[in-house]
C-alpha cells in the first residue's frame, strides 16, 4: 500500500510518515499545494493507493480575517485532491476537525451527529468534508481534536503544551479556560490507528479518531504539569474573558462510536499525554 501524506512536515503529517515507514510518500508544500490542481498532477506519477490530506488552514482566529485563505486551502483544497484522487483511482482521506460542530450538545458527539460550525474555520472544513464526501468515489472523513506531536503545529509556531511549558518555565501566569472541554489526541496515536483503520478496509464515510475521554484546557494543562511534577500554579478564567475574533464550541468532544465498531480503540488522553511528555520534554524543574 502506497500512502501519499500530504502536508508531510506538519504536526500529524510527520508522525504518518514516520508510521506507514517505507509505505509513505512524503509531500510537503514544496512538492504540490493542493490549492493549485496543476501541482497535484504530481500524484499522476507517484500512482499511490491512498492520498491522506493534512494540508490545512489552521489559525481560527485569523481565518475570520481572511476567510478566504481558509477556504482556499480547507475546503478548494479538498475539491482539487478529490478530483485527483479520482482521477488516479486513489482512496482519499481527509482529515477534518471537531470544530465542525457547535458544542451546545453537551456530550462527545458521534459521527451521526448533524454538523454546525460556530467560525469561518470549521465552516471551511465542514465544506471540505462535504466536497471529499461529494466528488469522491472512495474516500474517508476523518475527524480528530485538539491535536497534540512532537512535530508542533506549523501553522501555529509550536503546540499548546510547549506553550504551557515555555511559559512556566519563564515563571509567567498561566491561565487557562475552564468551561470549554475537548478531547486532546496525541498525533502519534492518530498516525497508529489510521495505518489500522486503512488496513481494515471499512466501509466509505466519516469516522471519528480521538484519545478517550475529555476534559477542559484547565484540567488539561492542570494535567501536564502533575505529570512532569512541577510546582506550577494554574488559574481558571472562563472563555468570556478571553478577547478572541472567532467563537469556538463549549463541548466538542468526539466519540469515536464507529471506530470502536471495527474494534479499534484509542487510549486515554492521560495515558497519551504521559508518554509524550515523557519522550519529548527536556526542559528542566521549576
Known amino acids: 500500500m502506497k500512502v501519499a501524506v500530504i502536508g508531510a512536515n506538519g504536526q500529524l503529517g510527520t508522525d504518518l510518515v514516520e508510521v506507514f515507514g517505507e509505505e509513505a510518500i ?30 490545512a488552514y489552521v489559525r481560527v482566529d485569523d481565518a475570520e480575517l481572511y476567510p478566504e485563505k481558509a477556504f482556499q486551502v480547507n475546503s478548494i483544497g479538498a475539491l482539487n485532491v478529490a478530483k485527483i484522487a479520482n482521477e488516479i483511482d486513489a482512496v482519499n482521506v481527509y482529515i477534518s476537525t471537531d470544530y465542525v460542530f457547535d458544542g451546545t450538545k453537551g456530550e462527545p458527539y458521534s459521527e451521526e451527529d448533524v454538523p454546525n460550525p ?14 471529499t464526501r461529494n466528488y469522491s468515489t472512495k474516500y474517508y472523513i476523518i475527524r480528530v481534536a485538539s491535536l497534540y506531536g512532537k512535530a508542533g503545529a506549523s501553522g501555529k509556531g509550536g503546540n499548546f503544551i510547549e506553550f504551557m511549558i515555555q511559559k512556566a518555565k519563564n515563571r509567567e501566569e498561566i491561565r487557562v479556560v475552564d468551561d470549554v472541554f475537548m478531547s486532546p489526541t496525541y498525533t502519534k496515536d492518530v498516525a497508529i490507528t489510521l495505518k489500522r483503520f486503512l488496513e481494515l478496509k471499512p466501509k466509505w464515510g466519516v469516522y471519528h479518531m480521538v484519545d478517550e475521554g475529555y476534559c477542559s484546557w484547565y484540567e488539561f494543562t492542570k494535567a501536564i504539569f502533575e505529570i512532569l511534577g512541577w510546582d506550577v500554579e494554574v488559574k481558571p478564567i472562563k472563555s468570556s474573558e478571553l478577547k478572541r475574533l472567532a467563537k469556538r464550541p463549549r463541548f466538542s468532544a468526539l466519540e ?14 492521560k495515558e497519551a499525554l504521559r508518554e509524550y511528555l515523557k519522550e519529548g520534554v527536556q526542559f528542566p524543574k521549576v
Open 256 to 269: 469515536n462510536e464507529k471506530l470502536e465498531k471495527l474494534g479499534l480503540r484509542m487510549r486515554h488522553w
Open 118 to 131: 460556530l467560525s469561518v474555520y470549521g465552516l471551511s472544513k465542514y465544506a471540505g468534508e462535504i466536497f
Open 26 to 55: 512524503p509531500l510537503t508544500h514544496k512538492d504540490l499545494d493542493v490549492t493549485d490542481f496543476e501541482s497535484l498532477k504530481i500524484l499522476k506519477e507517484l500512482k499511490p493507493d491512498v492520498i491522506i490530506n493534512t494540508a
